[in-house]
């Protein structure tokens, strides 16, 4: 993902010296914003993720490998370094993982690839489903609250609290389920394919417990979508027949309309909060897209 913390190959080496692994390529990733995250290379040309966890300590890392290491048959990556020793740099957790092939989509989805994604999902949910994860639950109605609680005290303007109230009174009563755990994050930038095959999901830091209904509308809201927020209906149709298959039971379309609403809001709701509440300084897509995508589920689902 994105480059927030520099280091050098040398620097790289001299906290792996003890694994007898030492890299001789060194290459910076520009998608994503969460975390710090180069390829490496040895020297038989073998690649590598090296992250810096810009906000998760050693703790959370753990968890996300215990997490990885119990999923079968899923393009995910492997962690490479001791659960037990894992180094800091700058006071911050690294990781190693395994490298997976292929490219981040920059393009619309096709069916091809949305019936991948929802296979993914409904096998993820198969494995995870009635697991517990001791992290903070992060997908939550009350999270929403907390979110809009912000909003409301924040000096903006008024029509952009009410466009914000307005999503939120539809979605405020909302019961989202504690069916397992829950990647919560799974755009288009945390995938890769290659030719056309789904050949890597990741980035599973944030996964806890959470409702498998939240986790497929945030696939739903987000790969469905074109970029002038045109609802694609096929390419729904598509997830939903793909993750009903793969999880072996049928959706209930209204429930996941409510969801993909809370899911919509909560992104907005994000999006607005890190930037202008926050001000954290870091790339953040435009909140508003996901209050436009609300308002087309509202009428076309």
């Not at 296979?119 to 997908?139: A, D, M, V």
């Not at 469905?224 to 694609?232: E, G, I, L, P, W």
Request: aromatic share 12%; net charge negative; charged share 25%.
């Amino acid at each position: 993902m994105g480059i927030r913390t520099d280091i050098t190959l040398n620097e790289i080496n001299q906290l792996l010296e003890g694994y007898a692994i030492s890299f001789v390529k060194l290459e910076i990733t520009i998608d994503g914003i969460s975390d710090s995250t180069y390829i490496v290379s040895d020297a038989n040309g073998m690649k590598y993720i090296f992250k810096i966890y810009e906000s998760a300590d050693t703790e959370k890392l753990q968890r996300e490998i215990q997490l990885l290491n119990s999923l079968n048959g899923l393009p995910t990556p492997k962690f490479l370094l001791s659960m037990n020793n894992i180094p800091l740099y700058q006071n911050k957790t690294i990781g190693l993982f395994t490298y997976l092939e292929g490219t981040s989509l920059k393009r619309l989805p096709t069916l091809n690839h949305i019936a991948q994604i929802g296979g993914f999902l409904g096998t993820f949910h198969k494995q995870t489903e009635g697991k517990s994860s001791i992290n903070p639950k992060k997908f939550t109605i009350n999270q929403i609250d907390e979110m809009f609680q912000a909003l409301e005290a924040f000096d903006c303007d008024e029509e952009i609290k009410e466009r914000f109230r307005k999503c939120y009174l539809l979605v405020q009563d909302i019961e989202l389920k504690n069916d397992g755990i829950i990647h919560g994050d799974l755009f288009l930038d945390n995938t890769k394919f290659t030719d056309d095959k789904l050949t890597a999901v990741f980035d599973f830091i944030e996964a806890c417990n959470g409702s498998f209904l939240f986790d497929l509308s945030v696939i739903a809201n987000s790969w469905c979508f074109d970029s002038t927020n045109t609802f694609q209906r096929s390419s729904f149709e598509s997830l939903i027949a793909s993750y009903e298959q793969n999880f072996q039971d049928k959706m209930e379309i209204s429930k996941l309309k409510k969801s993909m609403l809370f899911a919509s809001l909560f992104y907005a709701l994000r999006r607005f909060t890190i930037k202008y509440i926050q001000k954290r300084d870091v790339t953040v897509k435009p909140y508003d897209e996901y209050l436009v995508r609300f308002d087309v589920i509202l009428e076309e689902l």
